[in-house]
């Protein structure tokens, strides 16, 4: 027994000492830096060129100098909005065998209404300080329904902010708060968003779903994308800087840390930033600024007429083929550019000798002009060129959505082999333009007209085509005017309608 145990006590003796041993050596190689081990704190990530590396460091500060010169103008704007829905019969108790408290005898509600408050969270960004006035510029969808309003600052103070004013047309909003001189308010630079190219290097930043002072990288991926679709008078800067939800109202800045756009709306399938986001151009909210704290909304010029995209097809019946411009379909009647002589199928072609590219363009355009500021326009009336001087008014809601003033109350299109085949028009005698678009209360419906008419005739005068239209429709010396209408085999003659009344 006692050779086994001096046996067991050398063996364990041998495995201390082989421990130590090893202990020692691994001590060792840690100090002296052989090659036979590793560390994970002492090893080179990668090796960068010095050249190289200098590069992409003086890329990093640049985004850290720019985070840190504009993060602190842009805020965190938190909403109430007031919302009120159809009452349920449930929300009344106790409940009744016969019926609910607010519901008539046939079972139908009685149009009660219930009211609660939603809340909602979007960005902004600091643009102007008078004394102690703070004016925040964002989005007329995160507050222009706001009842209550805070706005947070990046060093977490946060002030109750004040709606100066809002404009649907362009989506944009301004708030103020009161904040003491000795507070630390930083103002934006508002940068030339004209000299912005696709391919410049972009940073946007906001509140994403909530995450304050967020920084996202990446580039201009277009200019002038059409707002036509979501609304808005404006073109936008699309970028695939990272954009979600609640990065509405903050601000797109360029490399130099000048705010260059507003962040507005994405393209999205999941609701999510894929890569598609899109910012208002700070040019055409500068004027805006001014207006909000002047006068508490943006005044619009009014020209008077209704647009329409038209077609290359439809273009090239007018003789317009492969031409820039933008189609006045029709025309208000006493409007501006009733007064000035402008006629509807009028095709615009310039504006103050400024050449009109788009109906887009043209709509923003004319809502910059200043009311009882004269314009030119040059059109294209019947093939030939024309000047017309128009004294602007000033845009009301009220002048602009008047159908019963818009003539002829009606979109004219060229009668094609397709609308016939629709129509089952077989007679091939028949010719004229088809009516669509009627507008209630329009002219048009006065004379009882309908989409899917073909006019044949203006003032007993023929008319095969749209061109032909439009030149008959001349209201220069006409006190009235009447068509002839073809439907479903029938031809009959409308009513007059007297001009003016």
Known sequence: ?????????????????????????????????????????????????????????ALQNSFRS???????????????????????????????????????????????????EQKGLGSGVIVRRTGDTVYVLTNNHVAGSATQISVKLNDEQE?????????????????????????????ATLGDSDKVQTGDICLAMGAPLGYSQSVTQGIISATGRSGAGIGNMNDFIQTDAAINQGNSGGALVNIYGEVIGIN????????????????????????????????????????????????PEYKEALGLKNQDGAFASQVFIDSPAYKGGMQAGDFVIELNGKKVKSQYEFVREV??????????????????????????????????????????????????????????????KV???????????????????????????????????????????DLTNAKEIWFDVYNDGHTITTGHYKIGN
Request: glycine share 8%; proline share 4%; with cysteine.
């Open 66 to 116: 720019i985070s840190a010169g504009v993060l602190p103008s842009v805020v965190e704007i938190d909403v109430t909005e007031k919302k009120e829905v159809k009452a349920s019969p449930f929300d009344e108790l106790p409940f009744f065998f016969f019926g609910f408290p607010n519901q008539d005898e046939n079972g139908r509600g009685k149009g009660k209404t219930r009211e609660y």
């Open 264 to 311: 507005t709306w994405i393209a999205s399938q999941s609701g999510g930033s894929q890569g598609l986001g899109f910012a208002l151009p700070i040019n055409s909210v500068k004027r805006a600024i001014e207006d909000f704290i002047n006068k508490g909304k943006i005044t619009y010029g009014w020209l008077g007429v209704s647009l329409v995209e038209i077609t």
């Open 431 to 473: 010719k004229g333009v088809l009516v669509s678009n009627v507008l209630e209360k329009s002219p048009a419906a006065a004379l009882r007209l309908q989409n899917g008419d073909i006019i044949t005739a203006v003032n007993d005068k023929k008319v095969a085509s749209v061109s032909e239209f439009y030149e008959a429709l």
């Open 159 to 187: 002030f109750e902010g004040k709606l100066v004013g809002s404009d649907e047309r362009q989506d944009i909003a301004l708030v103020s708060f009161e904040a003491k001189k000795d507070s630390n308010i930083v103002v």
């Open 367 to 428: 809502g910059y002009l200043p009311a009882n500021e004269t314009a030119t326009f040059k059109v294209i009336r019947g093939g030939k060129e024309q000047t017309v001087s128009v004294k602007i008014e000033e845009r009301t809601k009220e002048t602009s959505t008047d159908n019963s003033k818009l003539w002829p109350g009606f979109i004219a299109s060229p009668l094609t082999d397709k609308a016939r085949e629709q129509l089952k028009i077989d007679d091939k």
């Open 1 to 57: 027994m006692k050779i086994w145990t001096k046996r067991i006590l050398a063996m364990v003796a041998a495995g201390a000492f082989a421990f130590a041993a090893v202990s020692m050596s691994c001590a060792k190689t840690k100090v002296e830096g052989t090659a036979d081990t590793a560390f994970a704190d002492t090893t080179p990530a990668v090796s960068i060129p010095a050249d190289s590396l200098k590069v992409i460091e």
